[in-house]
């Protein structure tokens, strides 16, 4: 158990649909961080969250957003979804935003849009 | 920009087999350097890092040896067990201005050890 919680865990929509993504950092971690993981793109890192900042972007669509709340949990949330979006999304969590520190992966949310 | 290379997989080895899972990186800089595992259905699990030249990450018998000379990262492990069937991503820290610390991932090796 790497202490980071996502949910759900599954997810089934529709195109055009708007969903939203949570995640529960490890307790005392600052950072968080949100990948996709699809069968085309691989991992790929999508945005980063600090104590409740914004940190550092990745190629994330301008229909995604994310945010981190004062109790650092996150959420991303995909809006106009495409079949395109249907893939694995992770939060990660770490200390602080040091580069040498590992990051801890929850189990995903498996987003499928019919 | 930085990116990672692995070598392509399935690899799959009988039990107690010698493993190596080759990673190059091309990064500005000096990154840190790391192994995760993916189990089916499950999230990423870290399973060793470095995060300067020479240093060696270790983990469950899995060993890999940061070298700059050759910018490799590779993964090895001298005996390996059915258990340890799980798809392996090698992955670099992104050090650059403003990029936190955000990972960068290979494409992923599957590993399939047959009994």
């Known amino acids: 158990d790497s202490g980071v919680t996502q949910t759900p865990k599954h997810l089934i929509t529709a195109t055009g649909q708007r969903v939203t993504l949570r995640c529960s950092p490890r307790?005392?971690?600052?950072?968080v961080y949100w990948y996709q993981q699809s069968l085309d793109q691989g991992l790929q890192f999508l945005i980063q969250y600090y104590n409740g900042e914004e940190r550092a972007k990745g190629n994330i669509l301008e229909r995604f957003s994310a945010q981190q709340f004062p109790d650092l949990h996150s959420e991303l949330n995909l809006s106009s979804l495409e079949l395109g979006d249907s893939a694995l999304y992770f939060c990660?969590?770490?200390?602080?935003?040091?580069?040498?520190?590992?990051?801890?992966f929850g189990d995903g949310t498996r987003l499928s849009i019919l | 920009g930085n990116s990672v290379t692995q070598m392509e997989g399935p690899v799959t080895l009988s039990e107690e087999a010698f493993l190596t899972i080759n990673c190059t990186y091309t990064?500005?800089?000096?990154?840190?350097l790391f192994w995760y595992v993916q189990y089916p259905g499950e999230g990423l699990q870290l399973l060793l890092k470095a995060t300067k030249a020479d240093d060696k990450g270790s983990n469950k018998g899995f060993e890999a040896t940061y070298r700059k000379e050759t910018t490799s990262f590779h993964l090895e492990k001298g005996s390996v067990q059915v258990s340890d069937s799980a798809v392996y991503f090698c992955?670099?820290?992104?050090?650059?201005?403003?990029?936190?610390?955000?990972?960068?991932f290979g494409q992923g090796t599957e590993l399939s050890v047959k009994p």
């Open positions: 990660a969590s770490s200390p602080s935003s040091g580069s040498n520190q590992p990051q801890h």
């Open positions: 307790s005392g971690d600052l950072s």
């Open positions: 992955a670099l820290s992104d050090r650059g201005d403003n990029q936190g610390g955000k990972l960068i």
């Open positions: 990064a500005t800089g000096y990154p840190s």
